[in-house]
């Protein structure tokens, strides 16, 4: 063999070992660069794990709070008379008011009432109850007064209990949502809505106000459920099956 085949032969021979050797390193390299990067993902597992659970727990408190509620419906007719059973205690110093009927009242106006409630619109109808409270002409352009009242029950699975309802009662809207905020006795904890409408106007002074309650109540009571399954006209409208059926 020449001279030039052996210097061939031999620079062949070293550089595989050199080539081996890069290889390896590169190899290794890469090893520890993954050793890293997954000790760092391990590292915040846990800090995952505890993140789910906490908004599992989260998400099902509103769910198991919700479980934990009965439905109540009440239904009554209000009868606010000017001058009889509702009195007005301040004269608002406040401008006329440009479109509140009847006319000659202000900005500022406050009323007490002590209402009755009945079953049916005419106040022939069986009394069930009386909303106590005030209301205070609030709006300076529109027809708007602000209602705070507690609606005393005295007839029905509900007997003895209350209701305080609250809220912007715009008085030329067809229909007006109010707040349930309270409540005592059977009706403990009540919260929810009231659908408001006029039902009629009898003449200047007579107003019959049809208030649709749709409240709940905290489920911890045996007499409560036993009041839900015998609901009578006042309870669920009359509605007996309606009232079962949400037990």
């Known amino acids: 063999m020449g001279k ?11 550089s595989i070992p050199a080539s081996r050797d890069r290889a390896r390193d590169a190899a290794m390299s890469s090893s520890c660069c993954n050793a890293k990067g997954n000790g760092k993902h391990h590292h ?3 800090f995952l794990a505890a993140a789910a659970v906490i908004t599992f727990i989260l998400a099902a408190v509103p769910a198991a709070s919700a479980a934990r509620r009965r ?3 009440l ?5 606010d008379i000017a001058g009889e059973t509702a009195v007005q205690v301040v004269k608002g110093s406040g401008p006329l008011h440009p479109s509140m009927p009847p006319g000659g009242r202000h900005f500022g106006d406050t009323t007490v009432m002590d209402d009755l409630l009945t079953e049916g619109p005419s106040m022939e109808s069986k009394a069930v109850g009386r909303a106590q409270g ?3 002409l609030a709006g300076l352009v529109d027809p708007v007064v602000v209602v705070t009242m507690t609606v005393k029950i005295t007839d029905g ?7 305080v309802i609250a809220g912007r009662d715009d008085v030329l809207a067809e229909v ?7 409540g005592t006795g059977q009706l403990r904890g009540a919260s929810g809505h009231v659908l408001w409408r006029t039902a009629e106007v009898l003449g200047a002074v007579h107003y019959v106000l049809e208030l649709d309650v749709y409240a709940t ?3 911890t009571s045996s007499a409560l459920r036993l009041h839900a399954t015998n609901a009578t006209p006042i309870d669920a409208g009359g509605n007996k099956e309606t009232m079962r059926n949400n037990i």
């Open 44 to 46: 915040y597992y846990p």
């Open 71 to 73: 439905p109540v419906r």
């Open 4 to 14: 030039n085949a052996r210097k061939r032969n031999l620079g062949l021979k070293k």
């Open 75 to 79: 239904h009554f007719y209000m009868h």
């Open 176 to 182: 007006r949502e109010l707040a349930v905020v309270g």
């Open 134 to 136: 005030s209301y205070v």
């Open 157 to 163: 699975p509900y007997n003895g209990s209350t209701v």
């Open 217 to 219: 109540v905290p489920a």
